[in-house]
């Protein structure tokens, strides 16, 4: 494997829709609005998509420093704890993105007002602060709480927001889909890796709740983001070409079937399929929202 593959598998592409999916939704509801931005956008995916690479890449080290990747894992080959990487390397790749995002997000903070700048410095903060720092949220049990809030109602309020220098309550409630969808991501994640996070130390939601709480929350999460169009349409009035994302239900539902019988390495398929409900979903509704 070359240099160049390993720093892509690295950066985990796989993982970049919980990213992307947020500003596309946020985006699709200001052309709505009337009021799409298109380099406002353009930067946001950007410095989304570039902050998800960093709390990847920092994953990397602390995840290693902390024992957490073991060769029992049951997921990807992670390149630092393999030593396809080191150590070093990765810290410094950490650094090098971080200041990349920081230095485009200014063109955000000019264009909007100073409040993205705060946005953006807590968004770099808390990618550090999921699995480094005293205080790792991904070992304390609130790694979910922190996809939910930041690929949630961060990434879809801000990007709306650097478009239409407002927030309205349709964006808040279109913020619940992927905040919801990516939770399940990582819960799936979470759940595989019971056994093994547990041995390591990592306190993950799923070890403190225990597998079968945590597939009632998959659940629970999966169904609040179907409630999100139907909402759009019964309440704020949008089309029903809003409720395209009912086609992916079959999906949903099997994977919520799937998730709770199966364990271990046959998650993988199940953690696959959640990213592609993300996907399938975000794009039915960007599509729908923008129809109406």
């Known amino acids: 494997m070359s240099t160049l593959q390993l720093w892509l598998q690295a950066a985990r592409p796989k993982t970049l829709p919980a990213s992307i999916i ?7 509801l200001a052309a709505a609005d009337g009021a799409f931005v ?3 956008a353009a930067v946001a995916l950007v410095c989304a998509m570039l902050i998800q690479i960093a709390t990847n890449f920092i994953n ?37 993105v ?12 000019a264009a909007t007002g100073w409040e993205i700048l705060l946005v953006g410095i807590a968004s770099l903060f808390f990618a550090w602060a999921y699995t480094g720092g005293p205080f790792p949220l991904a070992y304390r049990g609130l790694g979910d709480v922190f996809v939910f809030v930041f690929f949630g109602l961060v990434a879809v309020c801000g990007t709306y927001y650097v478009q239409t220098l407002t927030i309205t309550p349709q964006v ?97 398929a199940v953690l696959a399929g959640t990213a592609g409900l993300l996907v399938v979903f975000g794009v039915l509704l960007s599509v729908g929202l923008f129809l109406s």
């Open 172 to 268: 808040v409630w279109l913020s619940l889909v992927p905040g919801a969808l990516s939770a399940n991501i990582l819960g799936v994640n979470n759940i595989r890796d019971i056994s093994t996070d547990a041995a390591a130390g990592k306190r993950t939601l799923a070890v403190r709740i225990g597998k079968a709480p945590a597939v009632l929350l998959y659940r629970a999460l999966t169904a609040s983001a179907y409630l999100v169009p139907v909402l759009f349409v019964a309440v704020f009035a949008y089309s029903l070409w809003a409720l395209l994302p009912l086609l992916s239900l079959p999906l949903a539902l099997k994977l919520s079937r799937s998730v709770a019988v199966q364990s271990g390495a046959e998650l993988n």
């Open 98 to 109: 971080i200041a990349i995002t920081f230095f485009i997000g200014l063109y955000l903070v």
């Open 38 to 40: 298109a380099d406002r």
């Open 60 to 96: 990397e080290v602390y995840d290693f420093r902390r024992g957490a990747d073991t060769a029992e894992r049951l997921g990807p080959t992670r390149a630092v704890a393999s030593g396809l990487i080191g150590e070093r390397a990765m810290v410094v790749a950490s650094a090098v």
């Open 22 to 28: 947020p500003v596309v939704l946020a985006s699709a």
